[in-house]
């Protein structure tokens, strides 16, 4: 019952968003109610907390509602993420099959990264990780090396989001320590994780790049601790990461200055 009321809630919240259109950016209530056949009072509740979350925006000189950046923001990360996937899916899968190791593509979504490819060779331990899942970026290497190359204001704000998100647990994070590290690890051109964030598994990460040189996806991959040691990882499978790394960022449009 409760997944049905969450749908139910979903799907309204959804077609107020999308009575929105090009060709009519602006909408009054009443013209809201009409495209989306909800009660008014309805409209006018879900309008509140679209406007609260920054979704929409208010006029109040015309009366009228419109979708504000947030949203559009939504939509360039999809568009981005389907980019980078589509270029990066054969090198993936090469990468991956001459490691012998899963691979991951992620891209950053505020303070969270968001794994939007996975090639598959080995059960990481007992986390279940799929495309679509999110995980922390400060703690992560995928997070950390796109985080590393990131404009100081950006980088700022992002950390702001860390500070506000994991200040109240047991994971609070060390900001200066963190920015030390970010330092070292775009000075060397990729990331490493040593079991600090799952006991028994390590990885490394490389930085993609868009053809603007900004880096806003990064590869990594991950074995098991016991089975590859720091060394090993950093000599046998850290070449191959970095070529594959630059072979996606090329065909993108990305020219090493």
């Known amino acids: 019952m409760a997944g049905n009321s969450l749908f139910s809630v979903l799907e309204r919240g959804f077609s107020i968003l999308e009575a929105f259109s090009p060709s009519s950016p602006r909408l009054r209530l009443k013209d809201i109610v009409e495209r989306t056949k909800l009660p008014k009072a309805t409209v006018i509740r879900f309008l509140k907390g679209l406007l609260s979350l920054k979704y929409v925006t208010y006029d109040p000189l015309t009366g009228t509602y419109h979708l504000s950046p947030k949203v559009m923001s939504l939509g360039y990360v999809v568009l981005s ?6 270029v990066a899916l054969p090198i993936l899968q090469e990468l991956s ?12 979504d505020g303070c969270e ?19 679509g899942s999110r995980l922390s970026a400060h703690n992560t290497s995928i997070g950390q090396v796109i985080l590393a190359y990131m404009e100081d204001w950006k980088l700022a704000q992002i950390l702001a989001e860390i500070k506000k998100k994991y200040s109240d647990n047991s994971l609070e994070v060390d900001l200066e320590n963190l920015k030390e590290r970010l330092k070292e690890i775009r000075a060397k051109g990729y990331a490493v994780n040593d079991e600090s964030y799952v006991k028994g598994l390590r990885a490394i990460a490389a930085p993609i790049f868009n053809h603007e040189g900004v880096v806003d996806a990064a ?4 074995v098991f601790a016991n089975l590859v040691t720091l060394d090993e990882l950093l000599h046998n499978y850290l070449p191959s990461l970095l070529d594959a790394a630059s072979r996606i960022s090329r065909l993108r449009g990305y020219e090493k200055i």
């Open 97 to 108: 099959d001459k490691t012998g190791q899963n691979v991951n593509l992620g891209i950053l």
């Open 81 to 86: 993420s389907i980019d980078v996937r589509e």
């Open 219 to 222: 590869v990594n991959i991950p």
């Open 113 to 131: 990264i968001v794994y939007i490819e996975r090639i598959k060779k080995r059960q990481i331990l007992n986390i279940e990780l799929y495309v």
